[in-house]
């Protein structure tokens, strides 16, 4: 049977809110806590109403409980949530086709995909999906291969994402440039971000867009960017070559949402 721990405080929050709007029979979850703050307080009372069980326990417990966990995740704040399913998933992991055919297709106003091609640092794949909750994108596309795209299980992502990981839809794929393919057919504009493109201070972004954001060493690669209509860039004034890829997409989602209000 799966399990998970997820610790802090965000991604524990999020993950009962999202418990107490998309019950799921086949999953159980159980909060385990240490000193109850006001911070904890406030998810207990949220985890009830949720009908999810709550243990007082001791920090070496919680210690005992994370020890496998990644150095970030281990400072688990006093509490976490163990979770456990035949099948341990997040409702927002959506088929990509089916997406497409129900929402994709049919979005009207603004729409917003990001598509993420080799970025394997599970720590900004979190901060991307935070981003894309922050500023409205729609779907975060992820390639099976050659990516960090485990977002039921991988801790990290959840920590990382301070909770959004339960809400933004994601969705993973076996051909990235099939994908973008589909997405252009059903009315997107595709725009590539890479150095030397036009700033994105100049450009316009279309109501239906796709940002597709490549690993730091070796960007996007040659079949997907040949799929991009445009290549933007961020005008930068530092001294080391580029922007981390989670701060970049954080920056051109910020651009998109602007341009549409």
């Known amino acids: 049977m799966a399990e998970i ?8 929050e999020e993950r ?21 703050g006001p911070r904890i307080k406030k998810i207990l009372e949220q985890a009830k109403k949720a009908s999810i069980a709550a243990t007082q326990t001791d920090d070496k417990t919680l210690d005992d409980m994370t020890k496998n966990l990644g150095n970030a995740e281990r400072d688990h704040r006093g509490i976490v949530i163990k979770i456990t399913g035949a099948e341990v998933k997040s409702n927002n992991i959506v088929d990509f086709d089916n997406w497409l055919k129900d929402v994709g297709s049919k979005a009207e106003g603004r729409c917003t995909v ?3 091609d080799s970025v394997t640092d599970p720590h900004n794949v979190g901060a ?21 795209n485990k977002i039921n299980d991988n801790d990290v992502i959840q920590r990382s994402s301070a909770g959004a990981a339960a809400w933004v839809n994601c969705s993973v794929v076996t051909n990235l440039v099939r994908t973008v393919e589909k997405l252009k057919d059903a009315g997107f504009w595709v725009y590539g971000a890479d150095a030397g493109g036009t700033s994105v201070q100049e450009g316009k972004f279309s109501d239906k867009s796709v940002l597709v954001m490549g690993s730091e060493g070796t960007g996007i690669s040659r079949l997907l960017k040949e799929q991009c209509d445009s290549i933007v860039s961020i005008p ?4 080391i070559d580029s922007l981390n890829v ?16």
Request: charged share 15%.
């Open 236 to 239: 930068t004034c530092g001294k």
């Open 246 to 261: 989670s701060v970049a997409t954080g920056v051109l989602l910020y651009e998109i949402y602007r341009q549409s209000l």
């Open 5 to 12: 721990i997820l610790t802090g405080f965000h991604a524990v």
């Open 128 to 148: 991307i999906i935070r981003s894309a909750d922050q500023f409205g994108a729609s779907l975060v596309i992820m390639p099976e291969r050659h990516s960090s």
């Open 16 to 36: 009962v809110r999202n418990a107490s709007v998309n019950k799921d029979a086949s999953v159980s979850m159980q909060i385990f806590y240490s000193k109850p």
């Open 114 to 116: 990001v598509v993420l």
